[in-house]
């Protein structure tokens, strides 16, 4: 595994994967929109250089911001060490708290990210309905049948 700079990444490369994952290269929730090529991040290469992990992030008035973490293959390390890496940043850039925005539907990043120091800060009702007026593409329902409705912030000081 190996780990490089969004930046050091084809663009187009980052644009399909971004798309493969968020069906658009935008990201919308209530803290703003968010183009991938304006974001700062890091992706894990596997050995046929190949996209196989994405994070990325927003740095603003001492907090960073999660925009994004997707990996191809779960329970192999790759989401775990973006975010160590993204945590490592925040550090470096004197952040005192690290952020990450899911919706209530989504109960494996709400695993992924407790387990790993974060806790629930805000809930944000009928987040998404909002999000949809920009995105309308956002689907009502999860695959597992869940309502997607509200966002949650979680969040870890660094």
């Avoid at 390390?77 to 952040?95: D, P, Q, R, T, W």
Wanted: include cysteine.
């Amino acid at each position: 595994m190996q780990i490089v700079a969004k930046r050091m990444i084809a663009a187009d490369t980052v644009k399909r994967f971004f798309i493969d994952h968020w069906e658009t290269s935008q990201v919308v929730f209530s803290r703003g929109l968010f183009h991938y090529a304006e974001l700062e991040g890091f992706g894990v290469m596997d050995e046929d250089g190949e996209i196989s992990g994405l994070g990325t992030y927003k740095v603003s008035d001492q907090v960073c911001q999660i925009i994004s973490l997707n990996s191809v293959h779960g329970n192999q390390g790759v989401g775990s060490s973006l975010l160590y890496v993204m945590e490592n940043i925040a550090k470096e850039k004197n952040c005192h708290t690290i952020k990450a925005i899911t919706t209530n539907d989504n109960l494996q990043a709400l695993k992924f990210f407790q387990k790993r120091g974060y806790a629930i800060s805000e809930i944000v009702k009928n987040a998404v309905e909002h999000s949809r007026e920009i995105k309308p593409e956002i689907p009502f329902y999860s695959r597992d049948g869940i309502p997607i409705r509200d966002e949650i912030i979680l969040e870890k000081n660094v």
